[in-house]
């Protein structure tokens, strides 16, 4: 059976333990962000990643880029991919899409800097073991800069579709673009009649058998609005128009910045977590687009905590929907990954906890306007954990937790009272959280 175990930190680079055939040590950890992108190279069975940002933690931006071998489904782990040329700025949000014919991904647009969009086109070659960036110069009038757009890989029409987005000075949009890849040209589709409100982030997919884009969800990157609309754009050329969907079954509701991936083969969208003016969410919906049905999955194991600004991705080969990164609060980025096993054979749906990458404890402290201050913990597993309030000189002020958890998050509570019952005094404190094999703090402070 095949596991990782997180085992130490060297240098700042974390590493585990990959059982496979045989033990090796193998570097997998991406930097923590939100807002990577993922594609599935399917020519070399494997996922790519790109990007990203931990911008409201250290303002960092991201242009590296990692790869999972999907050969055994039983021993994922992240690899550094080695790519020449010039690479394209640091960015989050960008559009990056599979070009399979080419052996390919297109990367347009972005976030270069916090909320400073671009427009520019550039191609990531994947033939194996020569991967190359390229910067592009197509024909024609490019899209307004955005970030957080919706796009699919159109074979028939051999383009790019483009839908939405963020811009700087344009909220959202709700224009359609194409791509053209032989020879390369940028064009707007103008639609006439009704068209979907403006937004970024839907989840968007090719119904092939139907011949249309359909997106799902989306909002804007603020305070909304939220959509859980479903609209499907025909593609028929010189006839394009939107018309709106209602699935039946258990709809989600409003959502953005959700991970999602999808299933052609079977018409099938799966999405998970996001937000709204509710808060963080932790859902997982199927869309069955051909009988245009919602459910509602349930699945069992150990699943990701509530997160945004996650990606996702459909493994086929194996047939999993991968989660990957995500900000679970203001500033604080997660650089996990999560297996759904989606296989319908086997009986219910499972997280597989023994395929998670790169778990590992999460402390959340919130201490602001309020008499109580409320500790939320996430684990990689049930674990024995301590948690302790610290003074700034390191003292124990009051031992909070102490025991075998039951779950991997939980919630606990300290009344800013010492072991001797008396109300503490304003300044800097540490909630220190200690398992088995991990010991982490995080700042807080306590305001009169």
């Known amino acids: 059976m095949s596991y990782h175990k997180k085992v130490g930190i060297f240098l700042s680079i974390v590493i585990i333990i990959s059982i496979c055939e045989g033990s090796v040590w193998k570097p997998i950890i991406p930097q923590a962000r939100d807002h990577a992108r993922i594609i599935i190279d399917s020519l070399n069975k494997r996922a790519i ?53 080419r052996q390919r991904a297109i990367l347009f647009g972005g976030d270069t800097l916090w909320a400073y969009r671009v427009n520019d086109l550039w191609t990531l070659n994947l033939t194996k073991g020569v991967e190359f960036w390229q910067q592009l110069s197509p024909e024609g009038t490019p899209p307004t800069a ?57 989840a968007v997919a090719f119904d092939h058998i139907n011949n249309r884009m359909v997106i799902f969800g989306g909002g804007c990157r603020g305070s909304g609005p939220f959509y859980n609309d479903v609209w499907a754009l025909d593609l028929t050329e010189g006839n394009e128009h939107w018309t709106q969907l209602f699935p039946t079954g258990d709809i989600p509701s409003t959502r953005t910045a959700f991970a999602y991936g999808f299933d052609e083969e079977r018409n099938k969208l799966y999405i998970f977590g996001g937000w709204n003016n509710s808060g963080l969410l ?75 990458i790169n778990i590992r404890p999460i402390i959340l402290v ?41 779950s991997i998050n939980g919630r606990l509570e300290w009344n800013k009272k010492n072991e001797h019952n008396q109300t503490v005094s304003t300044g800097i404190y540490f909630c220190r959280l200690e398992t088995e094999e991990h010991t982490l703090s995080k700042k807080f402070t306590i305001l009169k």
Not at 169 to 184: A, G, S
Not at 319 to 335: C, K, P, R, S, T
């Open 282 to 356: 932790d859902e997982v919906y199927r869309l069955d687009i051909s009988n245009l049905a919602w459910s509602k999955l349930l699945p069992s194991g150990v699943g990701p905590y509530m997160r945004r600004n996650a990606q996702g991705a459909y493994d086929f080969f194996n047939d999993n929907f991968i989660v990957y990164g995500g900000n679970l609060e203001y500033a604080y980025y997660v650089g996990d990954c999560y297996i759904l096993n989606l296989e319908t054979s086997v009986g219910n749906l499972e997280w597989n906890s023994s395929l998670t």
């Open 49 to 101: 990643l790109f990007g990203g940002s931990s911008w409201q933690l250290d303002n960092r931006l991201y242009n590296d880029v990692w790869e999972i071998s999907l050969v055994d489904s039983s021993c994922y782990y992240w690899k550094p991919l080695q790519v020449t040329g010039i690479s394209p700025k640091e960015r989050a949000a960008g559009l990056f899409i599979y070009d399979q014919p």
């Open 146 to 202: 955005r970030t957080c757009c919706g796009a699919i890989f159109h074979p028939g029409r051999n383009s790019i579709i483009l839908f939405g987005g963020e811009g700087d000075i344009t909220p959202v949009f709700n224009d359609v673009w194409e791509l053209k890849l032989d020879p390369l040209r940028w064009q707007e589709i103008n639609i006439t009649g009704v068209k979907p409100p403006a937004r970024g982030a839907p």
């Open 366 to 406: 919130n201490s602001l306007n309020s008499p109580i201050v409320y500790i939320n913990y996430i684990l990689p597993k049930p674990d024995n954990i301590k948690v302790d309030i610290i003074d700034i000189k390191g003292r124990i002020v009051k031992q909070i937790f102490s025991g075998k958890t039951t």
